[in-house]
């Protein structure tokens, strides 16, 4: 049984910062992880995705220069650094793991969500 746990959403201000985390129990060999986003009234979309051997990242235009995706594979867990935050920022946030990066973008495994808000 794969498990997806977030961790570290807040309210923060402005301007700060937030590290979102990502913690995998139970899944088997490799896996991308991506970050998704649902605002309220809006669709879930993509934040950013990385690979099993951190040697690919993509990102969001949104988030772009702001966000960096990291992984510790040791600890089967990702991480999500969020800086210069912005009131559209504000959001669930959610890890999802998928085979491969061809597939993140429907991936195999949901964490429960993680809530983000913004005060200008």
Do not use: H
């Amino acid at each position: 049984q794969v498990q997806l746990t977030e961790s570290g959403g807040g309210l923060v201000q402005a301007g700060e910062s937030l590290r979102l985390s990502c913690a995998a129990s139970g899944p088997s060999g490799s896996y991308a992880m991506g970050w998704f986003r649902q605002a309220p009234g809006k669709e879930r979309e993509f934040v950013s995705a990385i690979n099993w051997s951190s040697t690919l990242t993509y990102y969001a235009d949104s988030v772009q220069g702001r966000f960096t995706l990291s992984r510790d594979n040791a600890k089967n867990t990702g991480y999500l650094q969020m800086n210069n935050l912005k009131p559209e920022d504000t959001a669930v946030y959610y890890c999802a793991i998928a085979p491969n990066m061809a597939s993140v973008g429907d991936p195999d495994y949901w964490g429960q969500g993680t809530q983000v808000t913004i005060s200008s």
